[in-house]
């Protein structure tokens, strides 16, 4: 009998409890008559990042995730002249930070078409690497970018109407010069006018274009 009195009372204790402890835990939380309740922590409070922080903080990887080609290597990590400093840009101010466009953009300066290109809606640009202007003989690359008008022909080759993405990429297309370019290939494997320059590095977006870094000079 008496043990069984001691179960019974144990059994009394574990009911009575929990019900005690919430007693109190339900009084501590309550606000004081009279007083004013805490602010309850929300998670806004928490976070350090604003919606429009993580809409840049997205952007900025996209930009560096859209891009294809063993090219791409060679870009700037951070910085103006990466990826994703260029998406922030129009195109001529965004090759001006990028160090493997200096040549190309040395000739856009030379005629003049810095504003043209910056203030262009949306257009794509094959843009030669510094090598692919080295390839040209030096006395030659010289007379072309003092003739105005036959540098002008040039670059405005390497510019068409719109933004191109890699899989509307492959075809014809015209240019700003009047001339038609032809691009071949598929997937991230593509060759440029009658040259065939390959895209070492695609896809790159700035504000108004879309880039894909060549490595050879697009002639009329």
Do not use: W
Not at 119 to 147: G, R, W, Y
């Amino acid at each position: 009998m008496k043990s069984m009195k001691t179960r019974t009372g144990l059994v009394a204790l574990a009911i009575a409890l929990p019900l005690s402890l919430a007693a109190c835990s339900s009084s501590s939380d309550a606000a004081p008559s009279g007083g004013s309740t805490p602010a309850a922590s929300t998670p806004a409070d928490t976070m350090s990042n604003t919606p429009s922080d993580t809409m840049s903080s997205s952007a900025s990887m996209d930009a560096a995730s859209a891009v294809f080609g063993p090219g791409c290597q060679a870009v700037p990590k951070d910085g103006k002249g990466s990826f994703n400093g260029m998406a922030t840009d129009p195109v001529a101010t965004a090759a001006s930070n990028n160090p493997l466009l200096s040549t190309l953009v040395t000739a856009v300066k030379q005629a003049g078409l810095v504003d043209t290109l910056n203030s262009a809606p949306e257009i794509t640009v094959f843009a030669p690497v510094n090598d692919a202007f080295a390839k040209i003989p030096a006395a030659d690359l010289q007379k072309v970018l003092a003739d105005k008008p036959t540098l002008t022909k040039i670059l405005t080759n390497h510019v068409v109407a719109g933004k191109l993405s890699p899989d509307q990429l492959a075809g014809d297309h015209k240019t700003l010069a009047g001339t038609t370019i032809t691009v071949k290939g598929s997937g991230e494997n593509f060759t440029v006018g009658k040259a065939d320059a390959k895209v070492i590095c695609g896809n790159v977006p700035t504000a108004n274009a879309t880039v894909y870094i060549i490595d050879g000079v697009l002639m009329p």
